[in-house]
């Protein structure tokens, strides 16, 4: 951990509970593609990540960006995920990875995706990098883009003394079988000419590879962190990009300010931060204003103000929110889903919880995006998990609309929990594909 740590810790405000969720992937979860004992493997996996990353989360001053950046490079470097060691293979059986982070504030970038990549052992770790660059003149070669692929931006990471593996690094006998076994099931149905309409056996077990992971993560400034990273698609085209690394669709972060009558407040709000709160929120600017007069600061995004003229009793309340997905890349870019939900959250006062099942839960936007073709096909499959605080009251969320999520998180009073399906259990879990379609 020590990789992601400060190295002088700020003093936390000590108003907001630290929280996170991490997932391990969405899609065609069911008692058949997950037999009883990979189900405990997941479990014991989620729960063993989980329990490192949310007692990193108890240092003083940590932040959301490390911890996230943490609990996915553990998740990047378990095989039983399909990102990092155990990434899918494209059709030419390559291994292109993905990932992605952004915060709701502090840092001039805010986001940043990484793809085409097949040198750089944590792929969530560049992403980081990348948005700290950001705060230095030029970026030390990265400037201020958002989006990074292949050589160029391997060779940085080099320079940045990230670690750097061979290819091999990356190999499973398990993700090369399904390669295989994908590649010769799409022969075989060229030859006897079965319709591209209908889903394979393979496509039901492989096509959406269980495993896309990522975290989200508040920590005690109030700053939400979401972090994903991803194999693909297995025998994806080589080159194709998915959601994962694209802003908006498989993953967002934001903060906005609402006003509302104070007698409405039902949460004390955040008083000015402290100028060690703000560093670490990477306030540089409005820190500097604050001691050179000459400077002017721009109103401090982590403060609640009040109205000083018309209106005595209008107060601001801060919001953030950040969303990380996983399931069918291609329909999550065609949704923007990942921004999409926050915005439904955002312009129709909708809690991020209700947004997340509109969009991403049984019957919603992305399923309906499917058309005829859902259950037929994998387009419209996914979930998303998140995290929402409004002043300083935290909610974990998530849904999905296939048979299942991995997904584990920090209750409000520090507990742990972790659910792969709706209910707790493998025996709980949807028997097959067509039992998911049929809602039984
Ligand atoms: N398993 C996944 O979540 C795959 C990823 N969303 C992609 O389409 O690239």
Known sequence: MSDYTHTSPPKPSGLIKPRIIIHGGAGNITRTTVPRDRYDAYHTSLLRILSNASFVLTYPGISALDVATYAVTLLENDPLYNSGHGAVFTREGKNELEASIMVSNGYEKRGVGVMMLSHVKNPIGLARELLLKGEEPNGDGSQDHCQYSGAYVEWLAAKWNLEIVPEEYFFTQRKWDEHKRGLAEEQRREETGVSTEEISEWEEENYIPLGTCGAVVIDSFGTICVATSTGGLTNKVPGRIGDTPTMGAGYWAEEWYEEVRKEMIYQPSLPVSSPIDRLSRGDLRNLVGDCLPGITSQSNPSETSSSKTADEKLSKVRHAVGLSSSGNGDSFIRMCA????????RFQSTSLSKATTWMT?????????????????????????????????VDVVCDYNCGGM????????GSKKCLIFREDGWESGPKNWDSVHSGQ
């Open 361 to 393: 839960g049984p019957g919603g936007e992305l399923q309906k995006s499917a058309g005829d073709r859902w259950g037929k096909v994998h387009e419209g499959t996914g979930g998303m998990i998140g995290i929402e605080v409004i002043g300083n009251k």
């Open 338 to 345: 990942s921004r999409t939900t926050a915005s439904k959250s």
């Open 406 to 413: 991995f997904r584990a998180w920090t209750e409000e009073d």
